[in-house]
């Protein structure tokens, strides 16, 4: 049996320092024998095994072996999802464990006895319940700010006076809107709206 990890982050500003403690204190490292695998800066709006980590992991994967994520949801984040990885996991006979949260108590939560399945379904739907709550609010919360006259968004970062004389003359001699953007750690569009000004 061989043991699989799989790590995730959303963004590249993201750490997996917490993942990789949880999973050094099971003693799942390299070092130890674990395969890893990862998606790094990859959203969870993609499906698990959408994913080019997962997809690496699933070639990879023989009956018998587990599939050991730090908390769910690195691996999913909705009912339908943890449903898919769940069949995936059954049909080529690999354990499903995790290390945090409220099913970390259960070893393999690809098990297909009724308790586990009903224990996964109610989990992940309240989960799943309080992200959309969630959200609503923040819907909720805009829409009477918008009322209230506030505008919402990040601020616009604009090209001081004489950053964008330079810049026009860059732009000028060939550099790309892109690169100026990163140069100034500024937006395309604050670039654009500057050239415009000057132009």
Wanted: glycine share 6%; net charge positive.
């Amino acid at each position: 049996m061989a043991e699989l990890v799989y790590t995730r982050v959303s963004t590249d500003e993201q750490s997996t320092q917490r993942q990789s403690h949880l999973l050094d204190e099971a003693g799942l490292t390299a070092e130890a024998g674990a395969r890893m695998f990862s998606d790094p800066a990859t959203s969870s709006k993609i499906p698990a095994l959408e994913r080019a980590g997962f997809r690496e992991l699933a070639r990879f994967a023989r009956l018998g072996d587990r599939l050991t994520v730090s908390e769910l949801y690195r691996l999913c984040r909705d009912l339908a999802d943890i449903l898919a990885v769940r069949d995936w996991c059954q049909r080529h006979q690999v354990k499903l464990r995790v290390l945090s949260g409220a099913l970390s108590s259960i070893t393999d939560l690809a098990a297909t006895d009724a308790t586990t399945t009903m224990l996964v379904n109610i989990v992940v739907s309240v989960g799943q319940f309080q992200r959309d709550l969630q959200n609503e609010l923040t819907r909720d919360g805009l829409a009477a700010a918008r009322a209230a006259g506030s505008v919402s968004g990040r601020r616009a970062r604009h090209v001081e006076l004489g950053v964008t004389e330079q810049s026009r003359q860059t732009y000028r001699d060939g550099s790309s809107i892109a690169a100026l953007a990163r140069d100034h750690r500024v937006s395309r569009g604050a670039i654009r709206t500057a050239l415009v000004v000057l132009c």
